[in-house]
């Protein structure tokens, strides 16, 4: 099993990390840099977590260097708490409605 870049016990602040890339190698060290830091996949092209303030400059730089010089776009958004308490997140399970 792989090591974790960041403590899961330090205190971080809520991150959202959100992305578009093309190329397949690039989109892999895309997702596995964000599951080295202890992000979660959300959804397909999303992963969340906490982090410090030192591990997401360090994914930031890490995602920089992933995406290289391809077409794509990487959005890191640290969010505050309240806004993940306030939000509203409607999801629905694949059902068979047969």
Do not use: H
């Not at 578009?20 to 895309?30: A, E, G, L, P, T």
């Not at 890191?76 to 999801?91: G, P």
Request: hydrophobic share 35%; charged share 30%; net charge negative.
């Amino acid at each position: 099993m792989a090591t974790l870049l960041q403590d899961p016990r330090k205190a971080g602040q809520p991150t959202l990390v959100l992305y578009d890339v093309r190329d397949d190698k690039r989109r892999s060290r895309v997702m596995n840099a964000c599951k080295d830091y202890g992000l979660a996949r959300w959804q397909y092209s999303a992963y969340q977590g906490k982090l410090t303030g030192t591990a997401r400059r360090e994914l930031e730089t890490r995602l920089e260097r992933a995406l290289g010089d391809s077409a794509g776009l990487i959005a890191v958004l640290q969010l505050e708490q309240s806004q993940l308490d306030d939000a509203t997140i409607i999801f629905q399970e694949d059902g068979d409605d047969d």
